[in-house]
């Protein structure tokens, strides 16, 4: 079993930046692929970024320019950079780790960018 806990969301003004992270644990996640979806109201749950054990990297058009994803294996750790915010980024974003049969969700952190 693997426990994901996300942190670093909040309330930012339209142009500001947060850093979302995702620490996993209960095993080594070094192998899968990594990836942070988010939700808004009243909407899917869209990939906004994925991140594979060798480092290569899939952004959503929305947030290209805008977003980096990044990892760090040793530390069963993956980061979201979020520059630029804009309003339609508010969400509950999800951290999210998939293996070839496994597949794992955090609780989401909301990020919040009022209009």
């Known amino acids: 079993q693997v426990q994901l806990v996300e942190s670093g969301g909040g309330l930012v003004q339209p142009g500001g930046s947060l850093r979302l992270s995702c620490a996993a644990s209960g095993s080594d996640v070094s192998g899968a692929v990594m990836g942070w979806y988010r939700q808004a109201p009243g909407k899917q749950r869209e990939l906004v970024a994925s991140?594979?054990?060798?480092?290569?990297?899939n952004y959503a058009d929305s947030v290209k320019g805008r977003f980096t994803i990044s990892r760090v294996n040793a530390r069963n750790t993956m980061y979201l950079q979020m520059n630029s915010l804009k309003p339609e980024d508010t969400a509950v974003y999800y951290c999210?780790?998939?293996?070839?049969?496994?597949?794992?969700w955090g609780q989401g952190t909301q990020v919040t960018v009022p209009s």
């Open positions: 991140i594979t054990s060798g480092g290569n990297t």
């Open positions: 999210n780790v998939r293996f070839i049969l496994e597949n794992y």
